[in-house]
């Protein structure tokens, strides 16, 4: 959906238009930045060709309810308003306030409410997102000037400003943010650098086992905890619809299935946590939020980690055939020791 300002004075008229990509079940718009106590205009065409205007808010997030007395009373312009088509416009009139960059929320809802009564029931919406207009900018020649859902000539739509500056983090934002660094730095660097310790130091040190345990566990842990617990906190107050195990290798001539199952396993689980992260910082942000994508070094230093790991994992599976030599090595050496050890019990059973 597109959505259009025109500021004629002491009011303002808005057009919420569809693209004609989804079905047009809906459509909404606020006034301010997010869901949460924000006064919003929700509009939808009746199966008989009527309009219907609501004006709602949400003291939480979920469906907003019709407020009987709002700040400003919005009025139906059917005149700027196209019902019959594929790409329907619908239009209203509101009293101005003092903004001249306003931030405003959209919904976009693709069923029909059941009826035209302003209380109707609202199925959930299929996108939504956050913008600003300027409304200060000049009438340009291309403006249309008739009356037929065009603007007046002394007024221009308003138009997305890319320009303005990001207000401060919610609480829940800030969130999270904490809970995006922690899972980060657990899933996409403590728990790979404890595969690569692993992966390169047991077959040159007999404690690399230890290393492998306190980055994945002791420190990687906690940290991948403390991240999921502020994740669950960002979800309950958003009100979004959004153990150590010993596996030491026993000496045995053939290495156990579970060990291989154990890296294989492992291996995935880095690997759906790169998924994840780039899921977050990508497209939930943006989605839950409503703000402005992160800096593009973001990506630039994810994808560059995305392709040093598997790299470097490859280069120490180079490694193997020393630390096969090895395991085989010291399976070898114990057996001859337990033979020699239950010969010498047999010649002194004899000697007795």
Request: neutral net charge; contains cysteine; glycine residues 8%.
């Amino acid at each position: 959906m597109c959505i259009e300002a025109t500021v004629n004075g002491s009011s303002t008229t808005y057009v919420l238009s569809s693209l004609g990509k989804q079905n047009t079940g809906w459509m909404a718009m606020g006034f301010g930045r997010q869901m949460t106590g924000t006064l919003m205009v929700i509009m939808w065409i009746n199966p008989d060709g009527s309009v219907t205007l609501s004006q709602r808010s949400a003291s939480d997030y979920v469906m907003p309810t019709v407020d009987s007395n709002p700040p400003r009373v919005a009025q139906k312009s059917l005149s700027l308003s196209v019902t019959n088509s594929k790409t329907p416009s619908l239009a209203y009139t509101i009293p101005s306030n003092t903004d001249t960059k306003q931030p405003i929320i959209y919904a976009f809802g693709t069923t029909t409410p059941s009826s035209s009564d302003e209380n109707a029931t609202l199925l959930q919406h299929l996108d939504m997102g956050i913008l600003q207009l300027d409304l200060t900018k000049p009438v340009t020649a291309t403006t249309p000037t008739d009356g037929s859902g065009g603007y007046p000539s002394d007024t221009t739509p308003a138009t997305p400003d890319s320009s303005f500056s990001e207000p401060p983090l919610l609480p829940y934002q800030k969130l999270i943010v904490a809970h995006a660094i922690m899972c980060t730095v657990g899933f996409l660097f403590l728990l790979p650098l404890g595969a690569l310790l692993a992966r390169y130091l047991r077959t040159f040190i007999p404690t690399w086992f230890q290393s492998h345990w306190i980055v994945q566990f002791a420190l990687g842990g906690p940290v991948i905890l403390i991240g999921i617990i502020l994740g669950i906190a960002a979800v309950s107050q958003s009100k979004a619809m959004h153990l150590d195990d010993d596996h030491k290798n026993p000496n045995r001539v053939r290495r156990p299935p579970q060990n291989y199952l154990h890296a294989v396993v492992g291996l995935a689980i880095i690997g759906l946590a790169f998924y994840q992260v780039h899921s977050g910082f990508d497209h939930e942000w943006t989605f839950t939020t409503g703000r402005e994508p992160l800096p593009s070094v973001v990506k630039i230093v994810f994808y560059v980690w995305v392709v040093f790991l598997p790299v470097a994992y490859a280069v120490g599976l180079g490694f193997l055939p020393k630390q096969y030599r090895q395991e085989y090595n010291k399976v070898r050496t114990n057996d001859d020791e337990e033979e020699h050890s239950q010969f010498g019990l047999k010649e002194t059973s004899y000697g007795r």
